[in-house]
């Protein structure tokens, strides 16, 4: 199991460290909110039956495979963050745990000055939890929102990685709540 979190880390990094621009650090809050709302319009329900998941995703999206068990789908939004949903499957003689779903989330925030709110959420029927993350200053963009959860076999993250202005727009919110499994 440890290697498998160990290659379901690197994956996550590569797929981040590949997409995000080091470039604009623009943060004020005109640019984002007419970005919040541009993506609002062009969200449209896409679904992964072979993940068993749905969410609303402003345009193309970006899909990384490691194997059959690891999917990401990344979109983004330059130059104000981007948005990502990670399924991974378990192997059938073990299962997720919250402390994996945590060490996870903390590997995929290596930019991390402090987590500033750690809840309980549920979606759907399924107990999760969700991060609020504030970046150190060597981080492209001011922080992430994480929530992740599991589900059988399957662990799922969502998160939006980007400005401030932009993690607190109605268009993220929408993005986040989005976010259904099937059965």
Known sequence: MVKFRQRLAIVLTVIFATILPAASQDTSPG??????AAVARKFKRVSF??????????????????????????????????????????????????QVLKQLVDKLTPNKKSIDKESPIKIQDNDGTEWQITNNGD??????????????RRLYIIMAYGTKPWLESDAIKGFMDSFEVSR
């Not at 640019?31 to 919040?36: A, E, L, Y």
């Not at 039956?49 to 999206?61: A, W």
């Not at 981080?139 to 059988?152: D, E, H």
């Open 49 to 98: 039956p072979k993940d068993r998941f749905s969410i609303l995703l402003p345009g193309d999206y970006f899909t990384a495979e490691k194997g059959s068990d690891i999917r990401t789908y990344t979109c983004t939004d330059y130059p104000h963050g981007l948005l990502s949903v990670m399924c991974a499957l378990a192997p059938e003689q073990s299962a997720f745990s919250q």
């Open 139 to 152: 981080a492209p963009q001011a922080g992430c929102l994480v929530r992740g959860l599991i589900v059988g």
């Open 31 to 36: 640019r984002d909110s007419q970005s919040g």
